[in-house]
């Protein structure tokens, strides 16, 4: 598969990436996650929360909105399931990764998504990039063998439990956490996701 840079133009379909930031605080925080071979993601860590650099993303990216941020660290090659949101997600690449990504105008009317439709960018350490709500999105791949960190940030409530049943047809069949849409490939063995992804399971070797 091609591995674009998160920097080339092809990229302005999905996002940007935001410089001008000071992110030092939020770097040195992320030092202390762990970096287990599964992937493990963490929605919200208050001491990275506390910090002044959370407070200047919260006003001048998020126009003042509460945030969350926390982190999506571990070893990964596979694509394995696309969701999305109704906000764009802020990454900061703690290491080197690779984002799989494609286009919510692509999922069909029922649902399902053709995995050949989506790319790859690499996203060099210390980059941070927005990802715009049409971005489709799952956990980063890993770099050669190491693993990855990336820190998530997303509006306060995203990624935790839903209060509300999933139903069994339509968009709300998708929704298996709060703002957040789902659709798995079969292969990765997600309970209650829908499992619409169509076409090979991607794999970054």
């Known amino acids: ?27 040195k925080e992320m030092q202390h996650t762990p970096l287990p071979r599964e992937v493990v993601y963490v929605p919200s860590v208050e001491e990275m929360e506390g910090l002044s650099e959370a407070e200047r993303l919260k006003n001048q990216f998020f126009g003042e909105l509460p945030i969350q941020i926390g982190y999506c660290n571990g070893y990964n090659k596979k694509l394995n399931a696309l969701e ?5 997600e802020l990454n ?5 990764m690779i984002l799989l990504v494609g286009r919510q105008q ?4 029922d649902y399902t998504y053709d995995t050949s439709l989506v790319e790859a960018f690499f996203v060099p350490a210390g980059t941070m990039v927005e990802m715009y709500a049409t971005t489709l999105h ?3 791949c890993s770099v050669g063998e190491n693993g990855f960190r990336c ?9 935790t439990e839903n209060t509300v049943p999933l139903e069994e ?3 709300m069949s998708l929704m298996v956490a709060k703002n957040k849409w789902l659709i798995a490939h079969k292969e990765a063995g997600i309970k209650n996701a829908f499992c619409g992804l169509q076409g090979e399971n991607i794999t970054l070797e």
């Not at 999305?84 to 764009?88: I, V, W």
């Not at 820190?151 to 306060?156: A, G």
Request: charged share 20%.
């Open 1 to 27: 598969m091609k591995i674009q840079n998160v920097t080339d133009a092809s990229f302005k379909t999905y996002g940007r990436v935001h410089e001008g930031y000071v992110l030092s605080d939020i770097q």
């Open 84 to 88: 999305y949101h109704r906000s764009s």
């Open 92 to 96: 900061i690449a703690i290491t080197d």
């Open 106 to 109: 692509d999922i069909q009317a």
């Open 138 to 140: 799952y956990a980063p």
């Open 151 to 159: 820190v998530v940030i997303l509006p306060k409530g995203t990624n």
């Open 169 to 171: 047809k339509g968009e």
